[in-house]
């Protein structure tokens, strides 16, 4: 039995902005030299309203640290504090968060299309 595989989305089609809480962040795909010199996969500018993600990773590596940088934006959004617990906390939850969209994808796909319903 083979399994097919849906092809995804060009991720430089995704959309340019994310919007968290009340603030729009830009999505910015990173340049493999610039990361370097960042010594970063991602980052998440609060003062400038920036989501970067470095642009060569594979997708499911972008699409994990797309996810752990907007977990950043929604600490930010919440107004939390503690910055010193805001990489740990974002560093456990960010992989359980996708496990759990990729292991129910009905669950997600119901509940996007729920919270897409204007009422």
Known sequence: ???????????????????IGIFVFRLV??????ADARDVLGLCDRFNLIIYVRDDLPDS????VLEHEINHACWHAAALKSRAQEETVVNRLTPVMIMARR???EIYAWIDKAIAQKE
Request: hydrophobic share 20%.
């Open 1 to 19: 039995m083979t399994t097919r595989r849906r092809r995804l989305t060009d991720r430089r089609k995704l959309p340019s902005t994310v919007k």
């Open 29 to 34: 795909h990173m340049e493999p030299e610039e």
């Open 61 to 64: 590596s972008f699409a994990e």
């Open 103 to 105: 292991d129910n994808p």
